[in-house]
């Protein structure tokens, strides 16, 4: 069974940083891309970055691209998202999920987690 566990959310003045860490159990860690989104209050989720099964390629949403950064550990299971220069539209819970190759589709049968919340304040 598929478990994505998100940490490292909380609050943070505009202009600092967070680090959000991602655990992974259930598959095959590092044969899969892995993705961070989010979803602020009456939004839409939306994609944020995603990250090759290597540890190369990230790739980012225009709005966060040069403030976020992807890795991974595939030796921990692990996603990470370094967040800097952080603003309050950045608030939103934050998930990480296995994303289709060069796409930033995810997997239908893996489960959305509780996500961990950020909030930026101005």
């Known amino acids: 069974q598929v478990q994505l566990v998100e940490s490292g959310g909380g609050s943070a003045q505009a202009g600092g940083s967070l680090r959000l860490s991602c655990a992974a159990s259930?598959?095959?860690?590092?044969?899969?891309?892995m993705g961070w989104f989010r979803q602020a209050p009456g939004k839409e989720r939306e994609f944020v970055a995603r990250i090759h099964s290597s540890g190369r390629l990230p790739y980012y949403a225009d709005s966060v691209k040069g403030r976020f950064t992807i890795s991974r550990d595939n030796a921990k299971n692990a996603v990470y998202l370094q967040m800097n220069s952080l603003k309050p539209q950045d608030t939103a819970v934050y998930y990480c999920r296995r994303v289709f190759l060069g796409t930033t589709n995810v997997f239908a049968q893996d489960y959305w987690g509780q996500g961990t919340q950020v909030t930026v304040s101005s």
């Open positions: 259930g598959f095959t860690f590092s044969s899969f891309s």
